[in-house]
């Protein structure tokens, strides 16, 4: 006979283990999920860039047209009309006619290959943004009661860092009690920037912020002008090389077309004095007089 507990026994309830819990199905199933989708928070999608008005969408029916010149500057066509630019757009090789100010009088319109008018136009944002970025601020730390090779390092780091065009955060920290040495700090932040006076300039004074008192050094314009001189030069540079060696590997390409046709000229030749050493009229001769005498 089997044993059947009484209604005041109980099974204990099962206690689910780690294991049986990850290798479940629905954990399992909602894991394999969460990796299709990518897991975590979706990153926001990029909005598409608006694209400029272009050859039917213009609404206009006078325009002033212009057109890109070998030197990379636009030649202007004239005033327009809708028809005649769209015309004029496919006997330059099936070009678009793009919209680029809607607000003047007439309207400003170019003919130009859309791929790369909008490839020069996110180079120029990148190049602008490049350029416009903000400068960072770097951060320098110290003690009131800082000794000289100290202080020195400090120094010059933060010239190094104003030098690079950067602003710099000059903070002296206090602990405990130290922050009743309040004037302290102000004096050494005042020493930094009178050692520093040829290249930055504190914006206003130090502030005291809990037990911290900082001030902002920003680099002089002379510095800054010196930084954009530098990087303009580097720019020219950079472009000059590129120039020089686009002009060497169309040398290298004439010189090997001019090669490649003085080797064909040469074949020629060669070909045309074996043929004129050969007399193909005996030889013509010769099978005539084979054919008679298989006739006879």
């Keep these: 006979n089997a044993f059947v507990p009484g209604p005041s026994l109980t099974c204990p309830p099962k206690i689910p283990f780690t294991n049986d819990i990850l290798l479940s199905p629905t954990s399992t199933t909602t894991a394999l999920s969460a990796i299709r989708r990518g897991g975590g928070r979706r990153q926001p999608r990029k909005q598409a860039e608006a694209a400029p008005p272009m050859n039917a ?8 047209v212009s057109v890109p010149s070998k030197d990379g500057k636009d030649e202007a066509l004239g005033i327009m009309s809708k028809q005649d630019a769209l015309a004029k757009a496919k006997e330059l090789g099936g070009l678009d006619l793009i919209l680029l100010n809607a607000s003047s009088d007439p309207p400003v319109c170019k003919i130009v290959d ?28 110290m003690s009131y009661k800082i ?3 100290d202080y020195a390092v400090r120094l010059k780091a933060a010239t190094k860092f104003i030098k690079q065009g950067n602003r710099v955060r000059a903070t002296v920290t206090f602990r405990g009690r130290e922050v009743q040495h309040d ?37 002089t314009s002379e510095v800054v002008k010196s930084i954009n001189d530098a990087k ?15 002009a060497k590997r169309e ?8 090669a490649a046709k003085a080797a064909m000229d040469q074949e020629k030749t060669t070909i045309g004095g074996v043929l004129d050493g050969l ?18």
């Design 114 to 141: 859309y791929s790369k008018y909008r490839y020069a136009q996110e180079k120029k944002r990148k190049e602008k943004a490049k350029n416009s970025k903000a400068t960072e601020v770097k951060e320098v730390k």
């Design 232 to 246: 303009r030069t580097k720019e020219r540079e950079k472009k000059k090389m590129k120039e020089e060696s686009l």
């Design 279 to 296: 007399d193909l009229e005996d030889e013509f001769d010769d099978d005539d007089d084979m054919d008679a005498s298989l006739d006879e």
């Design 147 to 149: 000794g000289g090779h």
């Design 183 to 219: 004037n302290l700090g102000l004096d050494l932040l005042k020493k930094l920037a009178m050692d520093l006076e040829d290249i930055c300039n504190m914006e206003g004074k130090p502030r005291r912020e809990g037990r911290n008192m900082s001030g902002i050094l920003t680099p």
């Design 57 to 64: 969408e213009i609404k206009f029916a006078e325009m002033r």
């Design 251 to 258: 040398l290298e390409q004439e010189a090997k077309t001019s």
